[in-house]
């Protein structure tokens, strides 16, 4: 006999079980309205026919296209190059690990791609969104929300309320990277400081702003990206600006080591002359010369938390604490 030129549909897997179509389609998708005896036959018929349910087919029927999407608005390099993001998608991969969802990654680095992902992010291409690296009054977590699509945000921007959101205690863990300076006799500490456009960026300016109001010291203060090229920049803005700089917290770790860098090139020792602390804990703080102080936050667990919160929501279960606040803490090595 001949070999089947097509596949067996749902209709022939019914007649086989003798049972109706929808109760087929109950036993698919897992439905507990379905009698033992019925479901041992269609369970029984399918794998006669090997019969493969139809994806498309189960999508309209659950609503559930068991994918979820992380939209990084970012560029390759930033993406690629920086231990935030990496540590985030190992927390998200390891929190979606037994759910049974797929985690899609989708890239923005335009605004003509942004455009794209808004159209595609619809209830029929995932089941739901988790967004990270956000800047101010981005319209597309509320629009998301607003579409039907569950989303959980990864840090706060400012002029943006999200339904769910993950965080860090930015501003506390600045201020004490900050203290620790000011009680090791630093007197002069500047700062770099990340995008004014970010949570994070505007929260870690304000802890080392409590710190030295608290101790009647003078701000000096320069901006950076987040990425070591503008920590570069930044350290050599502020080593003209005051030469006698005894102190630098750099808003991240890239911005920390580019400071570094700088104080090397300009043969100033470290810690001795000027101590410095970043913000991170990345993996390669202490590998830097010397080892670099930092403020650690636990990216993964941002990364698994952020996946709870998005499984809770597209299963419909109530989420007590919508909004998860981490607790950082200050790692001290060589630099400081």
Do not use: W
Not at 93 to 112: F, K, M
Not at 282 to 304: F, K, N, T, W, Y
Request: proline residues 7%; contains cysteine; aromatic residues 4%.
């Amino acid at each position: 006999m001949a070999g089947r030129s097509t596949r067996p549909t749902l209709e022939e897997v019914a007649a086989r079980a003798g049972v109706g179509r929808g109760t087929v389609s109950r036993v698919i998708n897992g439905s507990p309205r379905v009698s033992a005896q019925a479901r041992t036959a269609v369970l029984a018929a399918i794998d006669e026919l090997g019969y493969v349910p139809n994806r498309a087919a189960r999508t309209l029927v659950t609503r559930r296209t068991d994918t979820v999407a992380l939209v990084v608005a970012e560029s390759d390099q930033r993406l690629f190059g920086e231990p935030y993001f990496a540590g985030i998608i190992r927390g998200i991969g390891d929190g979606l690990a037994d759910t049974g969802l797929q985690l899609l990654l989708a890239l923005a680095r335009s605004p003509a791609e942004y455009a794209r992902l808004e159209n595609y992010l619809t209830p029929q291409h995932v089941d739901g969104v988790l967004l990270t690296s956000l800047h101010a009054a981005d319209p597309l977590p509320a629009k998301l929300e607003a579409a039907g699509v569950p989303t959980v945000l990864g840090g706060c921007p400012p002029g943006v309320s999200p339904v769910s959101y993950v965080d860090v205690d930015n501003r506390s863990g600045a201020r004490e990277a900050v203290a620790h300076l000011i009680s090791g006799g630093r007197r002069r500490i500047a700062t770099i400081a990340g995008p004014q456009d970010m949570g994070a960026g505007i929260d870690r300016l304000t802890g080392y702003r409590d710190a030295l109001a608290a101790a009647g010291l003078p701000e000096c203060v320069a901006f950076g990206d987040f990425g070591e090229a503008s920590g570069i920049t930044a350290a050599e803005e502020l080593l003209a600006r005051d030469p006698e700089i005894d102190a630098v917290f750099a808003a991240d770790d890239p911005m920390a080591l580019g400071a570094l860098r700088v104080l090397h090139r300009t043969g100033r020792r470290v810690p001795d002359d000027v101590a410095v602390i970043g913000f991170d804990d990345s993996a390669a703080a202490p590998l830097a010369d010397p080892p670099l102080s930092s403020v650690h936050q636990s990216l993964e667990e941002m990364g698994v938390e952020m996946a709870r919160l998005l499984v809770s929501r597209i299963r419909g279960e109530s989420v007590a604490e919508p909004v998860v606040i981490l607790k950082p803490h200050l790692v001290l090595r060589e630099s400081a």
